[in-house]
């Protein structure tokens, strides 16, 4: 499958690249010596794959399904596939790190969380957002992971560790923009609800591995467990439980993913009193059983 686009940017003068045949592309030019040439292309081309685009430091400009638009410092771009693209110039010193991912690998990925992209929020094929100095560690510590096993010679578990990363790359990102489209819609400049939001998401970050309760989150952010998820719903689609749900299940397909741990070793580490209870609660959340998970892995 040609596509253009990487021919350019991964030109030697250009960006440092590594890949996984029609599966996965990384490009980077904050290693090089020398500047960025400028980028260039005829024309606009098709694009089959999502492109995500962080750049940080400097600015691209690109055109995307006819519309000329300039990717700045702390900027992320994410494209859906099939939209035209077109890298027209970069500034002399700009510095980007660049996922993409093609269309059989994004579907397994996707499959593997559960959720997909609102195409509703892409009315242009592409959106562009700032990035908070959490997020924009995210993409370049998931950036230099990827990489890391890209490289490294083939084993039996090579694309599920791949798979997981890109799960934590693709949550991130779309967290990012479900935020902005929830504070969009709503107008909800209330910064204190906000700043609870974001102590929550830090706190499940820290406790979702052994505490499952939103008392337990709300007596942490000293509020009432009804008002964390009316907070949480201000900022997502999903009220307090859900997102404490989806944060255990997450840790958990971790384990059988990375871990390779048994059902019984994970019900431990989660601290469920009984494999009965861990199953169940892992099926309610991701809508199938850890050993249906693990199956869908090898698939």
């Known amino acids: 499958m040609a596509f253009p686009v990487i ?3 991964s030109h030697e003068a250009n960006a440092s690249m ?6 996965l592309v990384l490009l980077d030019n904050y290693g090089l010596v020398r500047p960025l040439a400028p980028l260039k292309t005829s024309e606009s081309v098709k694009i089959d794959q999502m492109i995500i685009c ?7 400009h690109v055109r995307i399904n006819g519309e000329e638009t300039d990717i700045m410092a702390g900027q992320v771009m994410t494209t859906l596939p099939e939209s035209e693209g077109e890298f027209m110039n970069a500034s002399s010193d700009c510095r980007y790190i660049m996922f993409v991912i093609f269309p059989d690998l994004l579907k397994k990925t996707f499959d593997d969380i559960y959720i997909n992209y609102d195409r509703t ?3 242009k094929g592409f959106l562009i957002e700032d990035c908070i100095e959490e997020q924009m560690s995210i993409y370049q510590l998931l950036y230099t992971e990827l990489r890391k096993e890209c490289v490294r010679m083939n084993y039996e578990y090579k694309m599920i560790v791949i798979r997981s990363y890109l799960n934590a790359l693709l949550i991130n990102n779309m967290k990012l923009f479900e935020t902005t489209k929830k504070q969009e ?3 909800n400049t209330n910064s204190r609800q906000y700043d609870l939001f974001q102590k ?3 706190a499940l970050n820290n406790y979702a ?4 309760t939103v008392q337990f989150y709300a007596d942490l952010l000293h509020i009432s467990p009804k008002y964390l998820s009316f ?13 404490i749900g989806e944060y255990v299940v997450h840790h958990a397909k971790t384990m059988i993913s990375i871990h390779h741990m048994t059902s019984a070793e994970i019900a431990q580490e989660l601290q469920f009193p009984n494999l009965i209870s861990y199953n169940r609660f892992f099926k309610r959340i991701a809508g199938i059983t850890p050993k249906e998970y693990k199956k869908s892995l090898n698939n």
């Open 7 to 9: 021919d350019i940017l």
């Open 18 to 23: 590594v890949m996984i045949p029609e599966e």
């Open 54 to 60: 962080f750049v940080m430091q400097g600015s691209i």
């Open 121 to 123: 929020v892409y009315e």
């Open 185 to 187: 819609q709503q107008g």
């Open 200 to 202: 929550f998401l830090e």
């Open 209 to 212: 591995k052994t505490e499952r």
């Open 231 to 243: 907070v949480a719903l201000q900022y997502s689609d999903k009220n307090a439980s859900q997102w």
